[in-house]
């Protein structure tokens, strides 16, 4: 029997109280993204409980240059980041990195509660960014008390951000993006990467399916409605391109899989879906012009590289046989699939804590990116995992929340594992 981690749970379990109090603080600091509303107020209140823990902390700042580059949707809103640095008592060790982001999506419709209340019923904690992912903060800063209370002597440093913008994707972010950019995040000073994200208690995300966001527009020749044979239909060409994508590619997709369980399951396969689709001006006038918007996941194996051919095969076969077919085809977001190896220190040592509170861990990758890409594609480092107490299922929901149990066993969970790396 290991006396100090007994002594571990014990903290956590007694900072049941502040976990919640803390939770509906933040909760009700509603910072809805776009725009980006009250991240001044949030990251105030964030920097004020860490310096009362002990950290060293100062706020990151999007220069307002930057801002209609890497937040364009920011409306002139500021972009701040809390960065917090603790140094173990014992001196040094592992540099490790715990982060999360602190906006959430606008509430939406259908709530049976006040969604920037933080109100607790049988067990749970209902609001905005209860699950996704404002407790997996709350459980990061009290995984780190948990070890200070029960008076471990750890090697290392432990460095916390609290980050903006996850929830607007882009190829760079005003948030971790900017931190990696910064060199506040990179492999000079920072040797494990565990992102709060919610993946629920025995999930240990070890990467991302890949995306491409992109737009095919087809130029045809304008008419009369009555008179189509003096014009070529924008319309029809662009239809006949999505039915060839989707007799011709889409099965072949269906059937490569992640080679790793997705979160949610339904999306273990390759995918392609054309999302949007404009044309015309009226009824009565044939179409010069039709667009469509694509969204194509990659899962692990495949690249971006090879998935943009496959897209373009299809285009350039429809103009091959088709002599009216004129196309442009863009993108406006790529990432390529992130699979962190299980061998890697952070998910090993996850995976043996989970088991030996009666866990079974699960390794997942989630369908969608997040901000492991700036982590493991941006600053290289691929000893980084997602852990964070919140169900992905109940991301961007009504009535979102976050079981209370499950928050005070994911803190346990990530304090045994920080004191088996820190020790």
């Given at each position: 029997?290991?006396?100090?981690?007994?002594?571990?749970?014990?903290?956590?379990?007694?900072?049941?109280?502040?976990?919640?109090?803390?939770?509906?603080?933040?909760i009700?600091?509603?910072?809805?993204?776009?725009?980006?509303?009250?991240?001044?107020?949030?990251?105030?209140?964030?920097?004020?409980?860490?310096?009362?823990?002990?950290?060293?902390?100062?706020?990151?700042?999007?220069?307002?240059?930057?801002?209609?580059?890497?937040?364009?949707?920011?409306?002139?809103?500021?972009?701040?980041?809390?960065?917090?640095?603790?140094?173990?008592?014992?001196?040094?060790?592992?540099?490790?990195?715990?982060?999360?982001h602190?906006d959430?999506?606008?509430?939406?419709?259908?709530?049976?509660?006040?969604?920037?209340?933080?109100?607790?019923?049988?067990?749970r904690?209902?609001?905005?960014?209860?699950?996704?992912?404002k407790?997996?903060?709350?459980?990061?800063v009290?995984?780190?008390?948990?070890?200070?209370?029960?008076?471990?002597?750890?090697?290392?440093?432990?460095?916390?951000?609290?980050?903006?913008?996850?929830?607007?994707?882009?190829?760079?972010?005003a948030?971790?993006?900017?931190?990696?950019?910064?060199?506040?995040?990179s492999?000079?000073?920072?040797?494990a990467?565990?992102?709060?994200?919610?993946?629920?208690?025995?999930?240990?995300?070890?990467?991302?399916?890949?995306a491409?966001?992109?737009?095919?527009?087809?130029?045809?020749?304008q008419?009369?409605?009555?008179?189509?044979?003096?014009?070529?239909?924008?319309?029809?060409?662009?239809?006949s391109?999505?039915?060839?994508?989707?007799?011709?590619?889409?099965?072949?997709?269906?059937?490569?899989?992640?080679?790793?369980?997705?979160?949610?399951?339904?999306?273990?396969?390759?995918?392609?879906?054309?999302?949007?689709?404009?044309?015309?001006?009226?009824?009565?006038?044939?179409?010069a012009?039709?667009?469509?918007?694509?969204?194509?996941?990659?899962?692990?194996?495949?690249?971006?590289?090879?998935?943009?051919?496959?897209l373009?095969?299809?285009?350039?076969?429809?103009?091959?046989?088709?002599?009216?077919?004129?196309?442009?085809?863009e993108e406006?977001?790529?990432?390529?699939?992130?699979?962190v190896?299980?061998?890697?220190?952070?998910?090993?040592?996850?995976?043996?804590?989970?088991?030996?509170?009666?866990?079974?861990?699960?390794?997942?990758?989630?369908?969608?990116?997040?901000?492991q890409?700036?982590?493991?594609?941006?600053?290289?480092?691929?000893?980084?995992?997602?852990?964070g107490?919140?169900?992905?299922?109940?991301?961007?929901?009504?009535?979102?929340?976050?079981?209370?149990?499950?928050?005070?066993?994911?803190?346990?969970?990530?304090?045994?594992?920080?004191y088996?790396?820190?020790?």
């Amino acid at each position: 029997m290991d006396l100090i981690e007994d002594a571990i749970r014990e903290q956590v379990n007694l900072l049941s109280e502040e976990a919640t109090a803390r939770l509906e603080q933040l909760i009700r600091i509603p910072t809805v993204n776009p725009p980006g509303e009250h991240y001044e107020d949030f990251v105030a209140a964030f920097d004020s409980w860490l310096r009362e823990l002990g950290y060293d902390t100062r706020i990151v700042r999007v220069p307002e240059a930057l801002l209609p580059i890497l937040a364009p949707h920011a409306e002139g809103r500021s972009r701040p980041s809390v960065v917090g640095r603790m140094e173990g008592p014992a001196g040094p060790g592992l540099r490790i990195h715990l982060n999360g982001h602190y906006d959430v999506v606008p509430a939406g419709d259908d709530w049976t509660c006040d969604p920037f209340a933080g109100e607790v019923r049988n067990g749970r904690m209902y609001g905005r960014g209860a699950a996704d992912q404002k407790s997996g903060l709350v459980m990061q800063v009290l995984a780190v008390e948990a070890l200070r209370r029960a008076g471990v002597r750890w090697r290392g440093t432990i460095t916390q951000s609290a980050v903006p913008d996850e929830e607007t994707v882009g190829n760079r972010n005003a948030g971790t993006g900017f931190l990696v950019e910064e060199g506040i995040i990179s492999r000079d000073n920072t040797d494990a990467v565990i992102i709060t994200e919610p993946f629920g208690p025995d999930g240990i995300g070890v990467g991302h399916k890949g995306a491409i966001w992109g737009r095919v527009t087809v130029y045809g020749r304008q008419a009369h409605g009555s008179s189509p044979k003096l014009g070529v239909n924008a319309v029809e060409l662009l239809a006949s391109a999505l039915h060839r994508f989707q007799s011709e590619l889409v099965p072949k997709l269906g059937a490569r899989l992640s080679p790793v369980e997705v979160t949610p399951t339904e999306s273990v396969e390759s995918t392609l879906s054309f999302d949007t689709f404009r044309g015309g001006v009226a009824t009565n006038v044939i179409p010069a012009r039709a667009q469509a918007t694509f969204n194509r996941r990659l899962v692990p194996g495949e690249t971006v590289l090879a998935a943009r051919a496959e897209l373009r095969v299809v285009l350039e076969d429809m103009a091959r046989e088709h002599s009216q077919f004129r196309y442009d085809y863009e993108e406006f977001y790529t990432v390529e699939p992130i699979l962190v190896s299980p061998d890697e220190q952070l998910p090993r040592v996850l995976a043996d804590v989970l088991r030996r509170q009666g866990l079974q861990p699960r390794f997942l990758i989630s369908a969608g990116s997040d901000d492991q890409r700036f982590v493991v594609h941006g600053a290289n480092i691929t000893n980084a995992v997602i852990y964070g107490p919140g169900q992905t299922s109940l991301a961007h929901q009504s009535d979102e929340y976050i079981d209370l149990d499950n928050l005070l066993r994911s803190t346990q969970v990530l304090a045994l594992s920080l004191y088996q790396l820190l020790r």
